[in-house]
């Protein structure tokens, strides 16, 4: 069955950077684009960017192009997003979700926290 | 971008109750999506090409629609019904979601 599994959360102070990280299994990894989705309470969905696992072509959201960085690692099927200089207003729930078109699995989520 | 815009943000309905919701976009789509959100769960994929259930959706949701005005409407509400829905376009980058209307049950 497909899965997509990230780790639930992450605290990370001002300033700094993190790479979140999705883990695929139970379908061809490099078959299906990758996308990620943020979510702060209140705010609803936004659509980060996705990534071609099997070439790594990227379309970002123009809104995320200076914060977001999209990778993958083929040989352990896992997409990673990279967010940088974090704020508060990074603070949310990130999700990675499978599809060109709509997005038919998603991961649970990762809540990152960004505080000092 | 394309705003969607959706509507009522929050409604409330009995069980049996038929309950329709809105989505209308800034720029005409070509297919609207929507997804169902429970608390502290991630999205679902619901309804895909505007009228199409995703797989284990229950017959009594429905999805229609074209160009800018777009609807989901369950036949006959149930408790497990209960929860956020989203729309989603793709006609137009960047992708866009709505902010969603959240059925209550009554």
């Known amino acids: 069955q497909v899965q997509l599994q990230q780790p639930g959360a992450e605290l990370v102070k001002p300033g700094a950077p993190v790479k979140l990280s999705c883990k695929a299994s139970g379908y061809t990894f490099t078959s299906y684009w990758m996308n990620w989705v943020k979510q702060r309470p209140g705010r609803g969905l936004e659509w980060i960017g996705r990534i071609d696992p099997s070439d790594s072509e990227t379309h970002y959201n123009q809104k995320f192009k200076d914060k977001a960085t999209l990778t993958v690692d083929k040989s352990s099927s896992t997409a990673y997003i990279q967010l940088s200089s974090l704020t508060s207003e990074d603070s949310a729930v990130y999700y990675c979700a499978r599809g060109g078109g709509n997005y038919d699995y998603w991961g649970q989520g990762t809540t990152l926290t960004v505080s000092s | 971008e394309n705003v969607l815009t959706q509507s009522p943000a929050i409604m409330s309905a009995s069980l049996g109750e038929k309950v329709t919701m809105s989505c209308r976009a800034s720029?005409?789509?070509?297919?609207m999506y929507w997804y169902q959100q429970k608390s502290d769960a991630s999205p679902k994929l619901w309804i895909y090409?505007?009228?199409n259930l995703a797989p284990g959706v229950p017959a009594r949701f429905s999805g229609s629609g074209s160009g800018n005005s777009y609807s989901l409407t369950i036949s006959s509400m149930e408790g497990e019904d209960a929860a956020t829905y989203y729309c989603?376009?793709?006609?137009?980058?960047?992708?866009?979601f709505g902010a969603g209307t959240k059925l209550e049950l009554k």
């Open positions: 989603q376009q793709f006609t137009s980058s960047p992708s866009t």
């Open positions: 090409y505007t009228s």
């Open positions: 720029s005409s789509v070509n297919y």
